[in-house]
């Protein structure tokens, strides 16, 4: 067993709310200075810098984890994370289907860069990225399900985008055993659920901020290994 400092919640970029210096090789950097071991890569509604993220994270010795910030239809962040890339990027494809195609204003909004494992910029995603798919939340959680991930609703204690802002109380469906909170002082909020705090970091120096430490049980150092122990814990709705 062994003991493994998280944050499961971050944005490059590629989110436009993020600072252009939230590069992947960057939020790999910072992550190392903040002694973190676990670190998940969650732009909003898009996967597309997670490739050279985990090229960035590799460098450093960080198991990273692929994800994404889904906005549901309903306007609720759910965050998605995968034990695999692959599937990551296989649910990224899906969910293009499902978003809105708002072109993005980046005087106004700022530009969305897709970068390679150098942080040199390949691409740009030409439409808005934090605005709600066309999927509710129940269909949000069955496309995470079906690409073998895991999702919980995202700062349940936040006034905008947060589900009990959103919808006053948990809904009967989909079942969360697992909710992220921005201040562990708002437990009872969960009512009893599996509390994650996270970063939620848009810029270098929240990053560590907050996020918390967690048993894996394995001794294994090998990324795969160690996604895989976390992922279990997950599933069984405990952290």
Not at 11 to 32: F, Q, R, V, Y
Not at 95 to 103: A, D, G, N, Q
Not at 136 to 159: F, K, Q, Y
Request: aromatic share 6%; with cysteine.
């Amino acid at each position: 067993m062994r003991t493994v400092a998280y944050d499961l919640h971050l944005h490059s970029c590629l989110s436009p709310c993020g600072d252009m210096d939230m590069t992947p090789c960057n939020i790999a950097g910072m992550a190392h200075l903040c002694e973190l071991g676990i670190v998940a890569l969650t732009d909003h509604n898009a996967v597309d810098n997670c490739p050279a993220f985990f090229a960035a994270c590799e460098e450093y010795g960080i198991v990273p984890i692929a994800g994404m910030e889904l906005t549901t239809a309903e306007d609720i962040h759910l965050l998605c994370i995968f034990e695999t890339l692959n599937e990551a990027l296989a649910f990224g494809a899906a969910v293009k289907e499902h978003r809105m195609k708002i072109k993005n204003r980046v005087e106004i909004f700022g530009e969305q860069p897709i970068l390679n494992e150098r942080d040199e910029k390949i691409g740009e995603d030409p439409y808005f990225l934090p605005a709600a798919t066309d999927l509710d939340l129940c269909a949000a959680a069955e496309l995470v399900s079906a690409h073998n991930g895991v999702c919980w609703p995202a700062h349940i204690d936040r006034d905008s985008n947060g589900l009990l802002a959103v919808l006053g109380a948990f809904p009967p469906e989909p079942v969360f055993r697992i909710a992220e909170l921005r201040d562990s002082e708002n437990a009872k909020l969960a009512e009893g659920r599996t509390i994650v705090v996270c970063s939620d970091a848009h810029r270098l120096w929240e990053i560590g901020q907050a996020g918390g430490t967690l048993t894996l049980d394995t001794d294994e150092t090998d990324p795969d290994a160690v996604r895989h122990a976390l992922f279990t814990k997950l599933r069984e709705g405990r952290l």
